[in-house]
């Protein structure tokens, strides 16, 4: 990667399961941690740098994004140059012979690498990811699609593979936003100073404070980190809702994401406009891409409404359904350079 510079574009992965458990509720939560949940990094190529955990689900910050384990799902986020397929062939194994549990669906999404000549395979091609897709997923999951939602510019898509035995009843909505060409001042912010002594735990509560992001939702509970020379991660738990949020800093490729999911049945509706102003607010990226995974058009349109307020500009919108597994909504936006006043 040195030659290129860090991916920071994540891959993400969403497993469910299903079938009777045996722990008393806690699933793939009970999952052996050396045995089961290191091993399937060491396959991915990342490890655990933090973690925390409540009473719905456990969170864990790795050296490239994030993990998250609930008892019959499991969403893993990583970005660089891991190869974020690979863990399925060990969960499926893991989850069938030590729980009993069955994979319901799959979903993978990502965006458009930035240097997409340095991954490895299966990721070197989303042709060549859907294929192995294909290849490793059982029969049973026979309701699938692969799409390619476009915008109007060729750097910027969105890739989506669902495959699912049956649909899951009032599922979540999840948000992502993936931010490019942030404003080089407010960057800075995600870098260390040379040699301060400091963990990667400290350092990274001192970065969450500074810029703004324990600000998002003051009631969650953080687990941050902030990598050496530069870089940030961090989770947040909210109940059985999380957050989170990667950033790479460097300049020429800088790049910061947010996720967040939601639901309009319990009361966990997201403060959409809030959201979005602080985080604009935090990162002032020049480019900017939403996705919607399962939710209605009034969401859409709210995020356009909370975008466009923070001086943005829609440049595309995308609309898909996947069998059942929802639809998805993707949009870009760019930010409105305001030209400078000419002095007579």
Known sequence: MALSGFEGFEKRLELHFFGDDPFHYLGLRSLDFDQC?????QAVQCTVVSAVGNSFFDAYVLSESSLFVYPTKIIIKTCGTTQLLKSIQPLIFY????????????????????FPSAQPFPHTS???????????LPPTLHNRKASIMPSNSSSHAWHVFTAT???????????????????????RKFFRPRNDGKTGDSAGKEMTEFTGID????????????FDP???????????????IHVTPEDGYSYASFECVGSTNNGMEIDVPHVFRKVIQIFRPGTMSVSI?????DLRRTVVSAVEAMGFKRRSCAMDEFPEAGSVVFQTFTAIRRKKKEVN
């Open 95 to 114: 989850a069938d012979t030590q729980l009993g549990l069955t994979l319901r669906s799959c979903r993978y999404t990502r965006g458009s690498f930035i």
């Open 126 to 136: 989303f042709k060549d990811e859907v294929s192995y897709l294909e290849d490793t």
């Open 165 to 187: 035995y049956y649909q899951q009843p009032h599922k979540p909505y999840t948000l992502e936003i993936c931010m490019t060409d942030l404003d080089p001042i407010l960057a």
């Open 230 to 244: 530069c870089g940030y991660s961090m989770n947040a738990m909210h109940g059985e809702w999380y957050s989170t």
């Open 37 to 41: 949940i290191n091993q399937t990094l």
């Open 215 to 226: 600000q998002i939702n003051q009631e969650a509970l953080i687990c941050d980190f902030a």
């Open 293 to 297: 995974t399962s939710a209605g058009g």
